[in-house]
C-alpha cells in the first residue's frame, strides 16, 4: 500500500468524510485532497496539467492540478485555518504530510514538474505582454485575468528554491522589468 493510500484511505474515490467549514473552504479542501490523493500518479506521469473532477458542496469542479496549484489551495487553506473546522484542520494536515512526503520521496519528477510549470507560466505570461502593444483595450481589460500567470511563474519559482535555474530567475526579472515600460514603447 502507498503511502498515499494509508493518508486518505485504501479506496482512491471514497466518499469524502463530512466537511465542517464554510461551503467555498470545504471546496478548496475537497480539490486539495484530490490532488494531493493524485500527487503519486501525477509526478509519475508526463502529463504537466492533470485534470480532475471533484464533488464539492458548491457542485461539481473540474481544476487542472499542478504543484503550484495544490501548493496554492495549502496558502489558502492555511490563511483560513481559523474557519476550517476541527475535522477539515487535520485533512489539512494530511494534504501538506502528503505535499512533503512526495517531495521527498520523488525529488527528480517534483523539480523537474516545477520547472516545466515555471517555463508554461511565463510563455503565456510573456505572449500577453507582447500582445499588450498591439492592443491596449484588451491588455487593460485582460490585465487581472492574465497577470495569473504571473503570480503562479512568481510562486514556482519560489517553490524551486535553490534549484531554480540562474536563467529562470533572470528570465523572471527581466519580463518584471517591461512591467515598467508603456506598451506603445515596448
Known sequence: MSWFKKLFGES?????????????????????EKFADQLEDYLLSDKLFWQISVETPLGTRQPKMTLGALYERIQELEAHADELGPNDRQRLEKIKQAWDEAQRHFPDPWREKLRREFKSYMHNWKYFL????????????????????????????????PDAAQDFVQEFETVE??????????
Open 130 to 161: 507582447e500582445q499588450r502593444a498591439t492592443n491596449p483595450e484588451r491588455w487593460a481589460q485582460d490585465y487581472q485575468f492574465e497577470v495569473r500567470n504571473r503570480e503562479r511563474a512568481r510562486l514556482v519559482l519560489q517553490l524551486l528554491g
Open 177 to 186: 522589468k517591461t512591467l515598467d515600460v508603456p506598451p506603445e514603447d515596448t
Open 12 to 32: 482512491r474515490g471514497e466518499a469524502a468524510p463530512p466537511t465542517d467549514s464554510p461551503p467555498e473552504l470545504a471546496a478548496k479542501l475537497l480539490e486539495a
